[in-house]
């Protein structure tokens, strides 16, 4: 796009300050800046003014469950489906690796951080272990999807070259990055990074199906009949990545979706809690969860809402493409984020910009139906969201000796 044009554009939007620094610019930083704008959703401002709609709660309902002791009543039929169609290569699994891990603490991408103790452990490679698990029960190896965000993409890529790819076939993971979204102060004014750049940032998790379409390798998907796809969280050392009997289970049970859930601990644990909404399957975050609703119990005493989501997922791929077109709402999540004021950078100590995040809770909607399964939290729930605390390197390490990993 032209300058002309692009004057025009901002003018339209009320964005003509991205160009405030333009006369300063060199030919190639002028270029960069102007592909930048063309690649603007200028539309996503509007979310700014537009209230979430609050869940309608009057017709919330408890899911039923795949509780532990029926999937262990029927865990070797689940198992038995689950390797069939693993061994017809139609299941493959995508790491959600495009977070920004602020609450870790750590500069690099979070897959890279050393969970070991007496020996180097990262991330990824306790991951791709848990990987090898499963392709050494079918002797094959299903495509695996990697998404990274432009910040991170790189040092991703490297770090799985380095390890050799942690011994899975290169032919075999496929990484792509997901799609972004301007940055805006909380008055809807998109902000710059550079004089030159756009502030960008990548459109939440709920962005995997659409980035991985946009970025062309899910023709793979096509061309090899994969049908099912199991999305999870690069943050949970023990997550099990195409367990079979989840697959089995899911795919027997005609649901378009499957979800890992565990039993909350407490009302107020703070994870999403799957349950019914207008007779659909729907995910209501902790904080949307009134307390009257997140204490109540049942006839038998226990929580009438007990089961939390894990961010491991299984979808089946016709269902996705047909929903593809039914956008997913967009959250703002309020941050801190450096840009320029006055031609220099400046480090807000107080959240002053907007991102736009789509999430994956909010395609288990879309799904129409889902499956709840649920797993044993000592067993697969390891998160590793903190330094310190809760949910954090300690618990999780703690959680991984526990299961026999050696540190
Ligand atoms: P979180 O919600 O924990 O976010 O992501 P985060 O960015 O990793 O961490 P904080 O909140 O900044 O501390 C849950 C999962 O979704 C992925 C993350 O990489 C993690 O696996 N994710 C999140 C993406 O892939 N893309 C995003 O835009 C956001």
Redesign the pocket.
């Known amino acids: 796009m032209n300058i002309e044009k692009t004057k025009t554009l901002l003018k339209q939007n009320g964005q003509e300050h991205l160009l405030k620094y333009y006369g300063e610019l060199s030919e190639i930083q002028r270029t960069m800046l102007l592909e930048d704008i063309a690649h603007i959703n200028f539309s996503i401002t509007e979310c700014i003014n537009q209230r979430e709609a609050d869940k309608n709660l009057d017709s919330i309902a408890p899911i039923p469950a795949n509780s532990l002791s029926e999937i262990a009543a029927r865990s070797a039929e689940y198992k038995k489906e689950g390797l069939k169609l693993l061994k017809a290569g139609q299941v493959a699994a995508v790491i ?9 603490g750590f500069d690099k991408p ?1 897959g890279m951080f050393n969970i070991g103790v007496t020996r180097r452990l990262s991330i990824f490679g306790q991951l791709m272990e848990n990987i090898k698990s499963v392709t050494e029960q079918y002797g094959g190896y299903f495509h695996l999807y990697v ?1 990274t ?1 432009e910040i991170n993409h790189a040092d991703t890529l490297s770090f799985f070259k380095e390890n050799n790819y942690f011994g899975y076939p290169e032919d075999k993971i496929h990484f792509y990055t ?1 799609d972004k979204e301007p940055v805006c102060s909380l008055d809807g004014k998109i902000l710059l990074s550079e004089k030159h750049r756009v502030a960008f940032s ?4 709920g ?2 199906y659409s980035s991985l379409v946009n970025s062309g390798l899910s023709k793979i998907l096509e061309k090899d009949g994969v049908q099912w796809l199991n999305v999870f ?3 949970n050392v023990l997550q099990r990545i195409c367990d079979p009997v989840f697959i089995g289970a899911t795919s027997l049970s005609k649901c378009s979706c499957g979800a890992k859930v565990v039993k909350k601990t407490c009302p107020e644990e703070r994870v999403g809690v799957l349950c019914s909404i207008d007779g659909k399957p729907d995910i209501i975050e902790y904080y949307e969860l009134p307390k009257d609703l997140a204490e109540e119990k049942d006839s038998s005493g226990e929580l009438k809402y007990p089961y939390g989501v894990i ?1 491991n997922y299984l979808f089946n791929v016709s269902v996705l493409n047909q929903t593809i077109d039914s956008k997913l709402p967009y959250h703002l999540a309020k941050k801190k984020v450096a840009h320029i004021v006055d031609g220099k950078t400046v480090e807000p100590s107080e959240p002053n910009a907007y991102k736009f ?1 789509a999430l ?1 809770v909010d395609m288990v909607r879309q799904m129409g139906s889902c499956l709840a399964f649920e797993v044993d939290r000592q067993k697969e729930f390891a998160p590793v ?1 903190n330094a310190t605390g809760v949910d954090s390197v300690e618990t999780a390490r703690e959680l991984l000796a526990l299961n026999g990993v050696k540190l």
Do not use: I
Request: hydrophobic share 30%; proline share 4%.
């Open positions: 959600l690796a495009g977070g920004q891990g602020t609450r870790l979070k998404m965000s997901q990548p459109n939440g998790n962005g995997w969280s690069v943050d961010l995040e994956a969201k």
